[in-house]
């Protein structure tokens, strides 16, 4: 079985008949959306994505599904900002459809699944800071009585999964500082993703999405608890081969329908991987840096820095990802002969290597608009209690108490690229 062949079977045992996937598959959604009913909310940003939108009405169409107000309704701006969630709010409750379908990557599909819970429990509370962290929308939803409208989510950008998973990220801009609501209520009821669309990404957008989707297999992978290590290990070891694999191919051409295809899956399995497990010090930090880098980006540049700081604590899941740098030229090392540290240094330089072949960015100074004051927020925000989850799910885990002493050199190495400056817990 080759690595997409595998991909798409580990995705059917996670999503089975509520997942469209493939190319040429956009018809799928008006079949989805007959099911709960003819009268549906068509949410989309006009950016690359006049085809699927096009396809998508010819679909509801041909089932009698009619679209509210007649019109496709805007998305939202990167990083799901908490004015778009309050606008899309807004919508959904003036045309009260029964379903919602969103047409989308990751930041609008986020904004969705938070306006579905503003609209839908207004009565309970109309402020969305009420609904951050985890299972909040549940609790409210069993208070209240009240149900959220299904969702279908069309997925059109290789990246967050936010199409198949639980969370939804929501952008403060003034504080530049994101939020995360975590709650299986938000999981859409459907989903699709034709990989065919992501040909009309550009290329930042896409190799960033790569990221993110590695981001997602490397931290749940390096926090993976023993009951879900087998099952984790073969999620990540899929998608982060089928990534660095395919990222060249893809920069050196955006058209290759197979490279693309084969981003997607592994970017759906990091949505699985978000599923079985949690991400960790990679996504924390990403929330402070909003203003100057996209999700994926951040993401991408701190996982280098964090694999040394949990070494000590992940040196199997060292091993296999080890391997997989090497089997693609990335690293060349005798993995028997390194433990600890040693190991996460040797896995980390593969990750730059990886990162440089593709003219990636490995270091946060080389973000514009970075400054020290993005270190202090970051360091600010991983002791707010709202995001401790995410210190709990490190493999080394941290407390508030230990941000200062533990995180402020990983952040430093980060900015400077100097992986001595990281200082690991001693045993």
Do not use: W
């Not at 690359?48 to 169409?61: C, F, G, N, P």
């Not at 290590?229 to 290759?256: C, F, H, M, R």
């Amino acid at each position: 079985m080759n690595l997409k062949e595998k991909a798409k079977e580990l995705l059917y045992d996670f999503k089975g008949d509520e997942y469209a996937l493939g190319v040429g598959i956009l018809n799928k959604v008006g079949e989805y959306a007959k099911e709960y009913g003819d009268n549906v909310l068509l949410i989309s940003n006009d950016t690359y994505r006049e085809t699927a939108v096009r396809e998508i009405q010819k679909s509801l169409k041909e089932n009698k599904i009619k679209i509210a107000g007649n019109r496709v309704f805007p998305g939202s701006n990167p990083n799901a900002p908490r004015e778009d969630v309050y606008r899309l709010a807004g919508y959904i409750h003036t045309f009260e459809p029964d379903c919602i379908i969103v047409i989308g990557g990751g930041s609008t599909i986020d904004a969705v699944k938070a306006a579905n819970v503003l609209a839908s429990l207004g009565h309970y509370s109309p402020h969305i800071d009420k609904y951050f962290g985890t299972d909040m929308v549940t609790e409210a939803l069993e208070h209240s009585k009240e149900h959220l409208i299904p969702t279908i989510a069309v997925q059109t950008a290789s990246s967050s999964g936010a199409h198949l998973t639980k969370y939804s990220n929501v952008t403060d801009v003034v504080s530049g500082q994101k939020k995360l609501i975590v709650d299986d209520a938000v999981i859409p009821k459907k989903s699709v993703f034709d990989y065919e669309v992501t040909k009309t990404m550009p290329l930042k957008v896409t190799v960033d999405g790569a990221f993110d989707g590695l981001a997602h297999c490397l931290e749940v992978f390096y926090g993976i608890d023993a009951q879900n290590y087998n099952l984790e290990k073969e999620i990540a070891s899929t998608a982060v081969e089928l990534i660095v694999k395919n990222t060249p191919k893809v920069i050196g051409d955006l058209q290759d329908t197979e490279a693309r295809e084969a981003l997607g899956l592994a970017t759906d399995l990091g949505a699985y991987s978000i599923m079985v497990g949690g991400t960790n010090g990679g996504h924390l930090t990403s929330f402070s840096l909003v203003d100057v880098s996209s999700h994926g980006r951040a993401c991408g540049i701190m996982n280098i820095y964090y694999t040394v700081f949990f070494a000590p604590a992940i040196e199997p899941q060292l091993k296999v990802l080890g391997d997989i740098f090497i089997r693609n030229g990335f690293l060349d090392a005798d993995l028997n002969d390194l433990s600890g540290r040693q190991l996460g240094e040797a896995v980390a330089r593969a990750m730059i290597n990886f990162a440089e072949e593709i003219n990636f960015p490995t270091k946060l100074s080389e973000l514009d608009g970075f400054t020290d004051q993005h270190i202090e927020r970051a360091l600010e925000a991983a002791k707010d209690p709202q995001l401790e989850m995410k210190l709990k799910n490190m493999p080394i885990p941290l407390n508030a108490s230990m941000v200062d002493e533990y995180m402020a050199p990983i952040l430093e190495a980060a900015k400077t690229g100097d992986l001595s400056l990281i200082k690991n817990i001693e045993a």
